[in-house]
């Protein structure tokens, strides 16, 4: 029922959004230029790797910009991008094609994989979400150990009705911006181990 919902939904988002989300593509072009789309290998169920689409937030690291920080790198534009989660939006895409899900534990760094203690590695038991519990109770501003505490509770107690409250959450922290970014970075620290 899950899945058949994720397709359902997803295929919903990408019809009703799509000249939304052509729009940003073309005011990410004229700022950043090629690519539009950042791509990244991820970890998804039982630790398969996919590629993760995303819209571009940051100069690239090359060129003039080789050698700067994560936050040199961030644009006002990417910033307000993030803030409100429209970075996301192609996404959806992962989610029609099977990588993701609507709800689950997000994709991580296919380099964490060897990282994990046997507990946290039970998030790769289902499919990966665009947003999550560990989302709506933190997202970045909490610790490692709080994430994976959080998404493996999730895998243990997933439900429809659990799956609409997060998405409720999720619509009320992008109102609200809370945890998008921890306190001493524009994105997460970089997982290292237990």
Known sequence: MKRLLDIVLSALALAILWPFILGIAI???AKLGRPVFFRQERSGRYGRSFQM??????HSASGSYSGCSDAERLTPFGEKLRALSLDELPEFWNVLRGDMSIVGPRPLLVEYLPLYSPEQTRRHEIRPGITGWAQVNGRNAISWREKFALDVWYVENQSLA???KIVLMTVRKVIFREGITSTNSVAAEKFTGN
């Open 27 to 29: 005011v990410v072009y």
């Open 53 to 58: 689409i995303k819209f571009r937030t940051m």
């Open 162 to 164: 659990l799956d609409f």
